[in-house]
């Protein structure tokens, strides 16, 4: 074993002793994102020519910083949620600012791997042995690193889980919300923020799968802890038995129809979607598009803004209730003003009126079936609304 693994190894054992889960986990992902990015992804990249191989050791240092920072902030929150809820609040923060001590010895050992793995495609052209042993023992003590923050990330994922009563619902709408965002990211690649490169097939998959674990996963995790907190004569979790099903379907889809035929007149304006390489499909993106828009409006942003005016202690329930669904459905028209008036309308008013019949008046009544039959109900009404549009429009 190598001094660098041996020097890892006894790292671990003191940190195990002194600091606590949250603590732990920090260091252990830190370092451990750290070696992904700015060992391992370089080494295959080079190694791939899909990066260049100049100034290689500066390039992983850089995102070495990178995954180190995101390694760190997510590990300790995942330790957060795993570390003992008896243990208190100050115990996580003590815990979390013991492992930002360690962190900083146990990442000048993370990086001296990673610059030794990010090295590999360098010892490929010296072919000598002491670089291969140098590489070797780099990725060797890497893959150490890994193995100890996955066992830490299971621990911790697994006390998390243990104290979610609706884990099981959770992970299905975190799920499904990976494979929407698939659909649609497969559909319409997305281009990147700022540099307008639009990313590949398999950037559009790293794409979901990081916005469904980073994103998705903490907004449905707060908006169902936050549900436990509303009084509502409908919860989410009894919105997916099976009993009431036939009733909830049917209200849904009655309601998606009407809400999808008052909106089709204004389509009339508009050319036919000639990018639409099938009815199937199209129906497939219309679905994908509304579960992604109820976790985030609906699970989300309603349930917050009821518990918010009701931590105010203002308002009633009901008014809490009626406000939130006003809201939700304000930053719904805000967030697809862009699309209408990129759409090609042939007058303002047009627009104006497709807004009002397409996105206000169905985003009220997605909100008051969230409400009074649960999210079932209005996900099946927001998926039939989007179906008849996508079928009028091709």
Do not use: C
């Not at 180190?68 to 003992?84: M, N, R, Y």
């Not at 700022?194 to 903490?218: D, F, N």
């Not at 707060?222 to 099903?245: A, H, Q």
């Not at 862009?338 to 104006?352: D, E, K, R, V, Y």
């Amino acid at each position: 074993m190598s001094a660098a693994e041996t020097t890892t190894t006894e790292a671990v054992r003191t940190l195990s002793r002194s600091a606590g889960l949250p603590g732990r986990m920090a260091v252990s992902w830190s370092m451990a994102g750290g070696i992904i990015l700015g060992g391992y992804v370089v080494a295959l990249m080079t190694l791939t020519g899909t990066m260049s191989a100049n100034a290689v050791l500066l390039t992983a240092t850089a995102l070495f910083i990178v995954g180190a920072l995101a390694g760190f902030v997510h590990g300790a929150v995942l330790g957060a949620f795993g570390q003992d809820p008896d243990a208190g609040e100050r115990s996580v923060g003590r815990s979390v600012a013991m492992g930002a001590l360690y962190a900083v010895p146990g990442l000048a050992v993370a990086w001296l791997l990673a610059a030794w793995i990010s090295m590999t495609v360098v010892a490929s052209y010296v072919g000598s042995s002491t670089s291969y042993m140098i590489v070797g023992a780099g990725w060797i003590g890497g893959a150490l690193v890994l193995s100890v923050a996955g066992v830490q990330g299971w621990r911790a994922l697994s006390a998390a889980y243990a104290r979610w009563p609706e884990w099981r619902l959770g992970t299905a709408l975190v799920a499904g919300t990976f494979a929407a965002l698939l659909v649609l990211f497969l559909a319409d690649r997305p281009e990147l923020w700022g540099v307008h490169l639009r990313v590949s097939p398999v950037g559009a998959v790293l794409l979901a799968a990081v916005a469904a674990t980073w994103i998705a996963g903490p907004i449905v995790t707060v908006g169902l802890y936050l549900l436990r907190k509303i009084p509502t004569s409908r919860t989410l979790i009894g919105s997916f038995e099976v009993r009431g099903m036939g009733g909830d379907l049917g209200v849904g889809l009655a309601t998606g129809l009407i809400m999808g035929l008052l909106a089709t007149p204004f389509l009339s304006g508009l050319s036919p979607m000639a990018d639409a390489t099938s009815t199937s499909e199209m129906l497939v993106t219309a679905v994908s598009a509304a579960l992604v828009d109820e976790v985030l409006l609906r699970l989300f942003l309603t349930t917050a803004v009821a518990w918010l005016l009701l931590q105010w202690h203002r308002v009633t329930r009901n008014e809490a209730l009626v406000l939130s669904v006003i809201i939700a459905a304000l930053v719904q028209v805000l967030l697809y003003t862009p699309g209408a008036l990129a759409a090609g309308f042939p007058s303002t008013p047009t627009a104006m009126g497709w807004m009002g019949a397409a996105v206000l008046l169905p985003s009220l009544a997605f909100g008051a079936l969230y409400w009074t039959r649960g999210f079932r109900t209005a996900f099946v009404a927001h998926s039939a609304a989007l179906m008849v549009l996508a079928v009028v429009a091709l």
